[in-house]
């Protein structure tokens, strides 16, 4: 039996949430709610990677704010969904594909400053101070140059030429 990594708690939805959210997911015998949980930690590790730069994770108030609920709820839902149609070998239908593009949707208007995360008491959820690097190079005077790069060319007789003035 293979091991798996171990996996936090998960922190934006629950296997009922998501349950409730895709009643489809009940019907089905060969999944267990150790399944989905399993699903849904893989969605929010991925959606927490994508956060990562913007937000000092873990965002603490997590299960308060809804947007990252609806995030993992698309993702996770997207996850199970294909692995079940997967397994029994049938396409996946365009429906399961929505969840996948819903989930992408939000992100994009996260991480394009679109919106705010905003917990359920209007709190907005601060950007951790590892959003953005500057840089600056004003007054900056490089201390070697050696012409433009593009100009640059290899001398075939140089080392020739090196012997030559040593002689």
């Known amino acids: 039996m293979p091991t798996f990594p171990t996996f936090s708690d998960p922190q934006y939805c629950t296997v009922d949430l998501l349950i409730d959210f895709v009643p489809f997911l009940n019907s089905i015998t060969t999944v267990t709610s150790q399944h989905l949980t399993r699903v849904i930690q893989l969605a929010e590790g991925e959606i927490n990677a994508k956060l990562a730069p ?3 994770l873990p965002v603490t108030t997590s299960m308060d704010i809804t947007f990252l609920t609806d995030m993992a709820l698309n993702l996770a839902s997207y996850k199970a969904l294909t692995r079940h149609f997967h397994q029994v070998k049938q396409n996946v239908s365009e429906y399961v594909k929505d969840y996948l593009a819903e989930y992408e949707r939000m992100l994009e208007q996260l991480l394009n400053d679109e919106i705010e995360l905003v917990d359920t008491n209007n709190n907005v959820i ?3 101070d590892n959003a953005e690097a500057e840089s600056n ?3 900056y005077e490089t201390t070697i140059f050696e012409g433009d790069p593009s100009e640059w060319r290899r001398d075939p007789n140089r080392v020739k030429d090196e012997r ?4």
């Open 54 to 56: 913007r937000f000092t």
């Open 126 to 128: 601060d950007r951790g």
């Open 137 to 139: 190079t004003e007054d």
């Open 164 to 167: 030559q003035a040593r002689e």
